[in-house]
Nanobody, 122 residues
């Protein structure tokens, strides 16, 4: 069974940077595409970024493109989300997800982490 554990969330000020990590275990990491999603209070879960099995392809939501970078280290079974120039509207619980398919919709992912809170103050 796949397990995903996010870390790196916290409270930062607008304009700051933060890097989230997601540790993968239980199956062969390189067989899964990985995604990051976020959910703010009272809102639906929304796509943030995704990366292909070996990291050759990435995809971003328009709201974060140019500010966030998704990457993976298959030797460490870890996917990262580097977040720069953070804005208050980036405040949310961030979830990583793993799927044999990968894309921008939650249904394309099979496994989810428990989430990590990111709060950006103005």
């Amino acid at each position: 069974q796949v397990q995903l554990v996010e870390s790196g969330g916290g409270l930062v000020q607008a304009g700051d940077s933060l890097t989230l990590s997601c540790a993968f275990s239980g199956r062969t990491f390189s067989a899964y595409g990985m995604g990051w999603f976020r959910q703010a209070p009272g809102k639906e879960r929304e796509f943030v970024a995704a990366i292909s099995w070996r990291g050759g392809s990435t995809y971003y939501a328009s709201s974060v493109k140019g500010r966030f970078t998704i990457s993976r280290d298959n030797a460490k079974n870890t996917v990262y989300l580097q977040m720069n120039r953070l804005k208050p509207e980036d405040t949310a619980v961030y979830y990583c997800a793993a799927g044999v398919r990968w894309g921008s919709t939650p249904s394309e992912y099979d496994y989810w982490g428990q989430g990590t809170q990111v709060t950006v103050s103005s």
